[in-house]
């Protein structure tokens, strides 16, 4: 049974950092491409970062770069988002997604964390 539990969210105020973690289970971690989405109220869900199976490449929201770190452990199934400097924009829940590299088996995903930024 696959599962990605995400753990980390709160509230924290304008400045503030927060470290994300998704634990992984139920399928070979290592292979999956994993990303960090986020939807805040009554937008779209957008992607925030991604990272490459064995973490060498990283990519991320023009809104978000130089603030937030996108890292792995393939030794514990868990990807990480570590997040600087935050902003009220940056409200927002926060989703784990796992991409495999097959296009024939859709992506996984969490089910969310709530980060709340406001004074």
């Known amino acids: 049974q696959v599962q990605l539990v995400e753990s980390g969210g709160g509230l924290v105020q304008p400045g503030g950092s927060l470290r994300l973690s998704c634990a992984a289970s139920g399928f070979t971690f290592s292979g999956y491409r994993m990303s960090w989405y986020r939807q805040a109220p009554g937008k779209e869900r957008e992607l925030v970062a991604e990272i490459s199976r064995l973490g060498g490449i990283t990519n991320y929201a023009e809104s978000v770069k130089g603030r937030f770190t996108i890292s792995r452990d393939n030794a514990k199934n868990t990807v990480y988002l570590q997040m600087f400097s935050l902003k009220p924009e940056d409200t927002a829940v926060y989703y784990c997604?796992?991409?495999?590299?097959?296009?024939?088996?859709?992506?996984?995903w969490g089910q969310g964390t709530q980060v709340t930024v406001s004074s």
């Open positions: 997604n796992a991409k495999s590299p097959s296009p024939r088996v859709d992506p996984y």
